[in-house]
């Protein structure tokens, strides 16, 4: 299931020439994973940045510390701070990847910083619009994941076709 969703994200990058990253913390390299998985995700996959350490989040894509001292790093905040930081983290030749997704969130087994385990905020930055969500989800660590993985893809896959739509494409 996920493959197919990452290969609908693919063909949407593909129509508008555009390239994707992703900046992961409970997922821990599975969303870029699902898209290198897709033949041909070459063309638009740029690379990924594994920020499980909430200083990571900070130095590699800028993700502001009060929030992370204030709110912790499963916050819709992080989150968009992040998707945003891994555009300009990944910036190729001056020009940053045209979308940034990423994960955070508790996946087990227990709580961390006031998140119940299965909280996991997604988010999606692109030049036309950014979103989160947050989501609670059940199971093991692996089901958690998973959820994720899945939940940052269908939601990029609503930004892309909501500003397709919006543009009359």
Sequence with gaps: MTASRADELLSELERRGWSVG????LTGGLVAASIVDVPGASAHM???IVAYDTRVKHTLLGVDTEVLAERG?????VALQMARGVR???AVDGSAADVGLATTGVAGP??????AV??????VSTPDADRVETAVFEGDRGAIRGA???AVLDLAL???RGSREASGE
């Excluded at 992703?22 to 913390?25: F, K, L, Q, R």
């Excluded at 227990?110 to 998140?115: E, I, L, R, S, V």
């Design 158 to 160: 609503a930004v892309l």
């Design 22 to 25: 992703a900046a992961e913390s």
């Design 118 to 123: 299965g909280t996991v905020c997604v988010a």
């Design 73 to 77: 790093p499963v916050d819709p905040d």
């Design 110 to 115: 227990d709580p961390q910083g006031g998140a």
């Design 88 to 90: 300009r983290a990944l």
């Design 46 to 48: 740029r690379g990924g």
């Design 148 to 150: 994720a993985v899945g």
